[in-house]
């Protein structure tokens, strides 16, 4: 059975996706969760776009033992210089270089000439290689370059020293039948081909990533290039996720599999979709939450019958089980922490006392709790920010012909208080505003989002906010059984966040078009 290498650009080509923005406890959270997934490379960021990145880059090279770690570099000295002091700590480094092939590419964007791409992309090669084993080498847009030309860029950056070569479809432009013969002509037409690996990056313009990624599979590619639940640039990137069920299901047909640890799917999913506020659809293949769901009555006639009828995989496959152990407010700290265990956590005594305590406080509201209200508590706090203000209590006043009023009282760091009021257009509207009054902070909110992360009318409810101020961008999350007060918890943990950021480098972006 052939081995399929994943390479992970979540933390990457993921954290391009609009709105996403990572920092660096959240990257290294994201990157440990990756390392138990069993990723064989993980991207960890592009290390010449800003400080910040680069110090992201770095904490994750530090952190992760039992992957590869991957820096995105241009095809330039200094970028490759970067790259090379964010990866100075890790155990297994590898510098991905990029430069674009195709005629549009070569045109309207790096004015050069065929001869001149082959040049700089070679001299990078080299570059790179006297500094590290593994290089990686992308020609951007390789899936609009002439097939002759996308030859010969490929025997070049083996000759000069590749380890992989990357054929990405940087605009989810092409086909299955397309792409896989792209892979096809390169087995059969370029010489050495055999000393290195072919990888496969697909983006999902057209809706065909997963398929694309297979397609390349099907025709020698060794590694497939993605992130975790598709996200990326535009409409995402191919989905880990998608392309390691579809080989384990089919391995008859593929004769192909991933070295990943497919219980550890549904984790990595939802971790992913707290830390990037990017909610997973109910009808995405695999990690969403109708994925196994069966409401029809033949269906679920067949289901009573043989699974097999209506699934052909089983949640159990990715990490999804029923709970065996019952959770309420008489529950006692030892059944609440091998709850924790059995969901995968494995807290400190001050973190599982916090959560123990929140556990306890949902406990007295619902009467049932599920396996999605504990994670959602977890994951709440899951990621820690210094708390310069913490939401000790809210009241609003609402009525359909009054003026919603909200009052507000934030703890400080040093124990003290501060009690606001104001009015608004609407009950979170006049909490929002009564937390600037007290906290003096001027900022714009760019998003506010609400979902429900578990069932009934009790149900536990999550509000995700952005918050702008000049050039930072921040995001917030709150989980209660009540709206609003989730609502301020989003606002103030944004807040307490923006605090922290301001305290960093600040992390800009090069205005490049990235693979």
């Keep these: ?7 992970d650009t979540t933390l990457r080509d993921g954290e391009q996706s609009p ?4 920092n660096m406890q959240e990257k ?26 680069l110090a992201g880059v770095n904490a994750v090279a530090r952190a992760v033992k039992n992957a590869t770690i991957v820096g995105l570099s241009r095809s330039r000295t200094q970028d490759i210089d970067a790259v090379r002091e964010a990866l100075k700590d890790a155990q297994d480094p590898c510098i991905h270089l990029f430069l674009a092939s195709s005629p549009i590419h070569r045109k309207h964007k790096l004015r050069m000439e065929k001869h001149q791409v082959l040049e700089a992309a070679e001299a990078a090669i080299r570059y790179a290689k006297q500094y590290f084993s593994k290089v990686e080498f992308s020609p951007e847009d390789a899936g609009r370059t002439e097939l002759d030309f996308l030859c010969e860029v490929t025997e070049m950056a083996i000759r000069a020293g590749a380890t992989v070569v990357n054929i990405p479809d940087t605009v989810g432009y092409l086909t299955p039948y397309e792409y896989g013969n792209i892979f096809k002509t390169l087995k059969e037409n370029v010489n050495g081909i055999e000393k290195i690996q072919l990888s496969a990056h697909c983006h999902d313009d057209l809706g065909m990533a997963t398929a694309n990624a297979l397609a390349a599979i099907l025709n020698g590619a060794d590694q497939i290039e993605g992130t975790i639940n598709g996200i990326g640039e535009r409409a995402g990137n191919t989905a880990i996720e998608e392309v390691a069920l579809a080989l384990e299901t089919r391995q008859d047909f593929f004769q192909a599999k991933t070295g990943l640890t497919l219980s550890e799917i549904a984790r990595t ?3 992913v979709s707290k830390l990037t506020g990017m909610p997973v659809p109910g009808n995405k293949a695999i990690v969403g939450a109708n994925a196994f769901a069966h409401e029809s009555g033949i269906h679920q006639d067949g289901m009573l019958k043989e699974k097999t009828t209506y699934e052909i995989m089983s949640p159990e496959t990715i990490g999804l089980k029923e709970s065996k152990l019952t959770l309420g407010k008489l529950s006692g700290r030892h059944a609440f922490r091998e709850k924790l265990v059995d969901l995968g956590y494995d807290l400190g005594d001050e973190q599982l006392n916090t959560a123990f305590g929140k556990f306890k406080a949902l406990a007295d509201k619902k009467k049932n709790v599920t396996d999605e209200d504990i994670l959602a508590l977890i994951e709440e706090k899951l990621i820690e920010t210094p708390e310069v203000y913490v939401l000790e209590t809210i009241q609003v006043s609402y009525g359909n012909q009054s003026t919603p009023t909200a009052t507000v009282r934030l703890k400080l760091q040093d124990g003290s208080y501060l009690d ?8 979170v509207d006049a909490i929002y505003k009564a937390i600037d009054k007290a906290t003096g902070e001027e900022v714009e909110l760019g998003d506010y989002s609400i979902q429900s992360v578990t069932q009934g009318k009790d149900a536990l409810g999550e509000v995700h906010v952005v918050l702008s101020q ?5 995001q917030g999350r709150g989980v209660s059984t009540d709206i ?5 918890r989003a606002y103030v943990d944004a807040l307490n966040r923006l605090i922290e950021k301001r305290k960093s480098p600040a992390r800009g972006r090069d205005n490049v078009t990235l693979i």
Excluded: C, H, T
Aim: net charge negative; no cysteine.
């Design 28 to 53: 290294v959270e994201i990157a440990l969760q990756l390392e138990k997934l069993g990723v064989d490379r993980i991207e960890a960021g592009f290390p010449a776009a800003s400080p910040g990145d």
């Design 484 to 488: 609003l007060e989730a609502s301020a």
């Design 470 to 474: 000049g050039d930072y961008s921040v």
């Design 269 to 271: 999913s939802r971790l």
């Design 420 to 427: 606001e009021a104001a009015v608004g257009n609407g009950s």
């Design 1 to 7: 059975m052939r081995k399929i290498y994943i390479f």
């Design 19 to 22: 709105g996403v923005n990572l």
